[in-house]
């Protein structure tokens, strides 16, 4: 797993566009099919955004018709953090970065999409950026 990332709030701001910001670092979502990888079909490896660690990869992606790229898996479950949301009147699982503490969705789970783990990791586009396979070494 990679070393935690601490920075300041001030620090955060200077980093991330104002969009990114809410979404990473104050808990935001980002409308609806207006992310940029929702139907992104790609092959690579889906990094944070704010630190650039290793999150998903496009294997583990699929078509959940939601609006949001989902995921049946992270890459490796060191890499992600969940914990109980009970904002909006409803109770969720939050799906957090491991490494820099910033807000990537919410995993879901028994909805019927038939994937090998029955969850869907539904993360904002604006959280991730896509390192494509011949980039990568794949």
């Known amino acids: 797993m ?15 566009s ?14 609806p099919w207006s992310g940029q990888y ?4 790609t092959e690579g490896v889906y990094r944070c955004r704010a630190c650039d ?25 060191e890499t992600v953090t969940l914990t109980q949301d009970r904002a909006m009147g409803m109770t969720r699982t939050e799906v957090r ?3 820099c ?15 090998p783990t029955d969850q869907r990791y539904c993360i904002n586009s604006i959280s991730l950026s896509l390192e494509e396979a011949e980039k990568a070494g794949q």
Do not use: I, N
């Open 53 to 77: 660690t290793e999150l998903f990869r496009s294997t583990e992606k699929f078509d959940s018709h939601c609006g949001w790229p989902s995921f049946w898996s992270p890459s490796d479950s």
């Open 101 to 115: 503490d910033s807000h990537l969705g919410h995993v879901f789970e028994g909805e019927g999409y038939g994937t």
């Open 2 to 16: 990679s070393e935690k990332v601490m920075k300041t709030d001030t620090e955060w701001r200077e980093q991330l």
């Open 97 to 99: 970065c491991a490494t």
């Open 18 to 31: 104002p969009e990114e910001y809410s979404v990473l670092r104050q808990a935001g979502t980002e409308r």
């Open 38 to 41: 929702v139907e992104t079909k």
